[in-house]
């Protein structure tokens, strides 16, 4: 008997059912649910990859590849470093010496809490600071600006004068090494005119004023010591690598973190519910695997008497398992296909036509698609379905026929 003949049964099972069947419906019920789990899982992940792609832009510009943090101490001296050494690093395209501290911004009435940040001109080319700046501002002196974010804008109530320039604001900043006593200032003060409004991410826009190195060390009455160094890397180097190799020319007293360490948090926990919501999705599967099943096993049923004619014509207790396998596979294939169909539809209209924006803004929701997702999904659904085919069509086969109620040919 040709090999063909039980998949060729298989199909005419799949396709010549009565209307207004039982079955029909039963198997119609796995299929959608097949399908809409399977679109459910391309749009949702599609979706978080997105959401990671969103965070990553967000927080990529202003927080640089790779951060040189001194171990043991708040600050320390420029010279503990071999800067000449570290710009030698050929993945290193360029870097930033920094100084942060907390500070106390006022403007007339108002007082707010701030970092500030102290940086070298070269960090406004590595932030694309440019870019992000409020009211159409451009930065004229790369050696003078003070540029706190648009949060503390709103909070200091920084308004524009009549010949369009910000208000100046004051800061206060902790005096080091001062006992204090009754009567005693403990901060240094110093007036500055903002520059301009940066507007990065919300953490960023809330908290961070940055000014250029040489007034935050005047105001912290610092001489050589500096916080960090920041550190941008080529496009085209492995992040990871060059991330050992500096920790190596740098020495233990000293951490290399990278823009990903520094805001673990927030990319844990995008991945963090992007893995449950895989999960949630996973179960939700399993639940429409039953419809499978009870399609399965009411077509197998349904069937028994084309069993019995299929043994006496040749047919072996193999080929009547492959028949119901490959009917299944065929059931989970083509809500496979429909799903992937409907999730890359969707997600597609989404990147194209901008159906839905996010919450309180004009930006379309974002959505990323990956090759890599694509195949994780059929291998997930396919795998899944294999199982579910496999474990139900070896409990039937062998069942009835163990009873005796085929005649197997051995």
């Not at 396709?15 to 119609?28: E, G, H, V, Y």
């Not at 207790?317 to 065929?330: D, M």
Request: charged share 20%; proline share 3%.
């Amino acid at each position: 008997m040709a090999t063909n003949v039980p998949y060729f049964i298989a199909k005419r099972y799949l396709f010549s059912w009565k209307k207004r069947n039982a079955i029909n419906l039963i198997t119609a019920i796995s299929v959608i649910g097949i399908a809409i789990t399977t679109a459910a899982l391309v749009i949702l992940i599609s979706a978080f990859n997105g959401i990671e792609q969103m965070i990553d832009r967000m927080y990529s510009e202003f927080d640089t590849d790779l951060t040189i943090l001194p171990v043991n101490t708040k600050t320390f001296n420029i010279a503990q470093l071999n800067v000449t050494k570290l710009k030698q690093v050929k993945e290193i395209q360029s870097t930033s010496s920094t100084i942060e501290e907390l500070v106390i911004l006022k403007n007339g009435d108002r007082w707010v809490n701030a970092k500030l940040m102290g940086v070298d001109s070269s960090f406004l080319a590595m932030a694309n600071m440019n870019k992000h700046l409020l009211h159409n501002r451009k930065i004229t002196d790369n050696t003078n600006f003070i540029l706190p974010g648009a949060g503390l804008l709103e909070k200091l109530q920084i308004q524009l004068d009549q010949d369009n320039n910000y208000e100046p604001i004051v800061f206060f900043a902790p005096k080091r090494k001062l006992t204090i006593r009754p009567g005693k200032n403990p901060f240094y003060t110093e007036n500055a005119t903002v520059s301009a409004i940066m507007n990065f991410n919300r953490d960023v826009n809330m908290e961070v004023i940055v000014c250029n190195l040489d007034f935050a060390a005047n105001l912290l009455q610092y001489e050589e010591e500096i916080s960090s160094i920041l550190i941008d890397l080529r496009d085209d180097c492995n992040s990871d690598e060059t991330k050992r190799k500096i920790q190596e020319l740098v020495g233990p007293t000293f951490q290399v973190r990278s823009r990903y360490e520094k805001n673990e948090l927030i990319f844990k926990t995008s991945k963090s519910e992007k893995v449950i919501v895989i999960c949630i999705l996973v179960f939700v599967f399993i639940l429409a695997a039953f419809n499978l099943i009870a399609s399965l096993t009411m077509l197998f049923v349904e069937k028994k008497k084309n069993i019995i004619t299929l043994v006496g014509m040749g047919l072996t207790q193999k080929n009547i398992f492959i028949i119901f396998f490959f009917e299944g596979l065929l059931l989970s294939l083509i809500g496979l296909i429909i799903g992937l169909f409907l999730g890359y539809s969707v997600s597609m209209a989404q990147i194209y036509g901008s159906l839905l924006v996010l919450p309180g803004t004009l930006e379309p929701f974002p959505i990323n698609l990956k090759l890599s997702d694509g195949l994780f999904i059929l291998a997930l659904v396919g795998g899944l379905s294999v199982v579910f085919s496999l474990t139900t069509v070896v409990f039937l086969v062998k069942n009835n026929f163990s009873r005796g109620i085929f005649k197997a040919k051995s």
